[in-house]
């Protein structure tokens, strides 16, 4: 399926909040010193989604209507991603869930709820272990923070196996952005069809909307930032004790259940896994009416 669309005009996020019911709209905020870009609507306890690579916010366009007739739901794109400001450094998840409690006192947010796919999984987990008393509960999506164990990932692949070869080719300064700028879709394509269980379910104008937000070195460099500092996330998590926000993970049949199934349980004091079957990675695009309900369940 191809990653590019004729209407480059609406792809733009303006014009992509637009788009979905529930009243969204684009905004930027100055927090933290690094500019966030988001998109807000609905109304009721605040909800936060966080994406993750190589997507952006809208990543969530299929739950957010539902999600924002009982929640006001903020949708951000992480430093370095989409919209949002690409600085030289702050790539650490800690500094990124700082990020996040910065938008949400630019708010007026005292407390709120956390989701996060994949990178956002992570920032959703450092902002837990970091902002205690700014989190209500917490999902994570196909991915946990990093730990320890993501040190000894072999390099080579193995029969029945995940091979997340991008850990390593992502964390290669400067050759990245020479390969990929202006022909991100060639990545996009492989990953939504080696990643997820119908590649349909990621539709053309998704894989524009990701294309474009990648296409450039800029962005490339600064996405790629969020797998070099791994080595940092893993020595902040060995400082952290287990939250005791309610904590939820979905991971996709097809993908990181059995991984979030093992791991989960020792990051928190109140945690839950749930398997979202007949998915790969992209539970909230392959599987967007169980994610919905499990997040609508989860949060109340």
């Known amino acids: 399926m191809p990653a590019t669309a004729p209407d480059t005009a609406a792809l733009d996020d303006a014009a992509l909040a637009a788009s979905l019911d529930g009243g969204f709209t684009s905004r930027h905020a100055e927090v933290n010193g690094t500019r966030l870009h988001y998109v807000e609507g609905g109304s009721g306890e605040p909800l936060v989604l966080l ?22 739901v903020i949708a951000v794109d992480l430093r370095g991603m989409g919209g949002s400001a690409k600085p030289e450094g702050g790539y650490d998840k800690k500094t990124m869930a700082a990020d996040l409690r910065g938008l949400l006192d630019h708010l007026a947010i005292g407390s709120a709820h956390i989701a996060g ?30 730990d320890e164990s993501w040190a000894q990932m072999p390099l080579l692949p193995r029969p029945g ?20 700028a202006g022909r991100y879709h060639l990545l996009l394509d492989w990953l939504f069809a080696n990643a997820s269980v119908d590649q349909a379910s ?11 937000a990648y296409d450039s070195p800029e962005a490339i460099r ?23 926000a309610p904590l939820l993970a ?22 839950r896994v749930v398997r979202v079957d007949g998915s790969g990675h992209y539970v909230a695009e392959e599987q967007p009416e169980f ?6 369940r989860f949060f109340g």
């Open 161 to 180: 196996l995940h091979h997340l070869w991008w850990f390593a080719f992502n964390q290669v300064e400067g050759l990245p952005e020479q390969l990929l």
């Open 51 to 72: 994406g993750g690579w190589p997507q952006t916010w809208w990543q969530w366009n299929k739950v957010m209507p539902a999600l924002a007739r009982r929640n006001r």
């Open 117 to 146: 796919h994949d990178i956002g999984a992570m920032v959703a987990y450092a902002f837990a272990a970091n902002h205690p008393g700014a989190t209500r509960k917490i999902a994570l999506l196909d991915v946990s923070h990093p």
């Open 250 to 271: 979905l991971g996709g049949e097809y993908s990181n259940y059995a991984s979030l199934a093992a791991s989960v349980p020792a990051l928190g004091t109140d945690t």
């Open 291 to 296: 994610v919905l309900a499990e997040l609508t």
């Open 202 to 212: 990621i539709d053309a104008r998704s894989r524009a909307v990701y294309a474009r």
């Open 222 to 244: 600064a996405g790629n930032a969020w797998y070099r500092a791994f080595a940092q996330d893993i020595a902040d998590l060995a400082g952290y004790a287990p939250v005791t």
